[in-house]
């Protein structure tokens, strides 16, 4: 977490720095000062509406129990299991599969699944992302990462969105969420089973890389935009080759998932 949070805060202040600096040369030390206040506004700005940004890209609405009490049996098991607080669920129509969990602490993270992760996938494999996704937010790498999705957010240029991402969302995250997701459900090869299924789904559906999606695809599961030009530039997953090996690595060799 610590190593994540100053990857995450060095390019902000560095950007900080700069507009600093250029304000106390153009507008003297009172302009500075004016600044500074707004760039603190900026950040509680980022910190409490990314969420909102997010899900809202994604057209997620909230879901209840009544609606998804099956996917809220899995969700608290896990939870349960993890010692972790029940997140908040949300559901996106989009039909390409992916999942993703935002939020700045345990008692504050919201699950989104997309209705096509539900469509493709056996129940083990089910529990499988959801327990990934929940390693996150144990691993709290999940606060660093929404931060950064909401200050990406505010930059225009894509290829500056890219740069961010690839500096405040490192590969080894998702290593370890996989790991210690797989450690919880206890079934390695359903996270493996499940990210292939995902991927495949996820290059023959690709999003379109544009505004607050774009700034938040390091938050899901597995990239969502094409993998060359653009989509590829921004994606900052490890390969799902590699992520693989390292489940089956967990099991001694490659193995079926469990069917439930």
């Known amino acids: 977490m610590r190593g994540y949070g100053v990857r995450a805060a060095l390019p902000a202040a560095a950007l900080c720095a700069a507009i600093l600096a250029g304000a106390s040369l153009w507008l003297g030390l009172a302009g500075a000062a004016v600044v500074s206040a707004l760039l603190v506004a900026l950040g509680w700005i980022i910190y409490f509406h990314s969420e909102r940004n997010v899900l809202a890209a994604l057209r997620a609405?909230?879901?209840?129990?009544?609606?998804?009490?099956?996917?809220?049996?899995?969700?608290?098991?896990?939870?349960?299991?993890?010692?972790?607080?029940?997140?908040?669920?949300?559901?996106?129509p989009a039909a390409q599969p992916n999942i993703l969990t935002i939020g700045y602490s345990a008692r504050t993270a919201a699950v989104c699944c997309t209705e096509g992760l539900l469509r493709i996938l056996s129940p083990a494999e089910l529990r499988a992302v959801l327990a990934h996704e929940l390693a996150h937010v144990a691993r709290r790498d999940f606060a660093?990462?929404?931060?950064?999705?909401?200050?990406?957010?505010?930059?225009?240029?894509?290829?500056?969105i890219a740069l961010l991402l690839h500096v405040t969302a490192p590969a080894g995250r998702e290593y370890g969420a996989d790991i210690d997701g797989a450690l919880l459900t206890g079934e390695p090869m359903a996270l493996a089973s499940a990210l292939q299924k995902v991927e495949a789904a996820a290059l023959?559906?690709?999003?379109?890389?544009?505004?607050?999606?774009?700034?938040?695809?390091?938050?899901?599961?597995?990239?969502?935009?094409?993998?060359?030009?653009?989509?590829?530039?921004l994606s900052t997953h490890p390969p799902t080759s590699e992520r693989v090996r390292r489940l089956e690595a967990l099991c001694g060799g490659p193995r079926l998932p469990a069917q439930r």
């Open 204 to 233: 023959a559906q690709p999003l379109r890389p544009r505004g607050t999606l774009a700034a938040a695809s390091h938050l899901m599961i597995v990239h969502p935009f094409p993998a060359s030009g653009l989509g590829g530039m």
């Open 61 to 92: 609405r909230p879901v209840s129990e009544v609606e998804r009490p099956e996917l809220y049996r899995l969700v608290r098991e896990l939870a349960f299991s993890a010692h972790l607080p029940v997140p908040r669920l949300f559901m996106s």
């Open 144 to 160: 660093v990462a929404s931060w950064s999705a909401g200050l990406a957010s505010l930059v225009a240029a894509r290829p500056l």
